[in-house]
C-alpha cells in the first residue's frame, strides 16, 4: 500500500510568506494614509455647529444677508476636540484648524460662506493634500 502525502513543502510555505509580505507592504501604507485622511475629516464634521450657526445668523438678520463678525455674534461656542484644536469665525468665514492627524502638515479648513436667493452655500479650501474631496 501506498502511503498518500500531506502538507505543503517548505517552499511552498516561503512563497506564500513572500506573498503577503509584499501585500502587506503596500497595504500598510495605504491603510495609514486613509486614517489621516479620516481624522483631518472630522475637521469638517465638527465645523457643521458653526455653518449652521452662521446660516441661521445671516438669514435672521434684518436684509438677509449680513455675515456674522465673530462667534460670539453668530451664537456659537467653539469646540475642540482629539484632532481639532480649534474653529473661529470672522465676518462669517469659518477657520478650522486640525491637530495630530497623522499628515505631512496638518490641514487647515477655511468655509467661506455665500448668500444666493434666501440660502447659504459653502466653499471650502484648503492648501493640503490630506484634505477629504469636497475640500480640496
Known sequence: MKKNMQGFTLIELMIV?????ILLA???PAYQDYL???RAA????????AKLAVSES???SLDGQTFPADATAAGYTAATS????????ANGTITVTTQ???????PVFTLVPAVDAGKVSWTCTSG?????ASCR
Open 17 to 21: 510568506i513572500a506573498i503577503l509580505g
Open 26 to 28: 503596500i497595504a500598510i
Open 36 to 38: 489621516a485622511r479620516a
Open 42 to 49: 472630522e475637521g469638517l464634521n465638527m465645523a457643521a455647529p
Open 58 to 60: 445671516t438669514l435672521s
Open 82 to 89: 482629539t484632532y481639532v484644536s480649534g474653529i473661529t469665525i
Open 100 to 106: 495630530a492627524t497623522g499628515c505631512a502638515t496638518d
Open 128 to 132: 493640503s493634500p490630506c484634505a477629504p
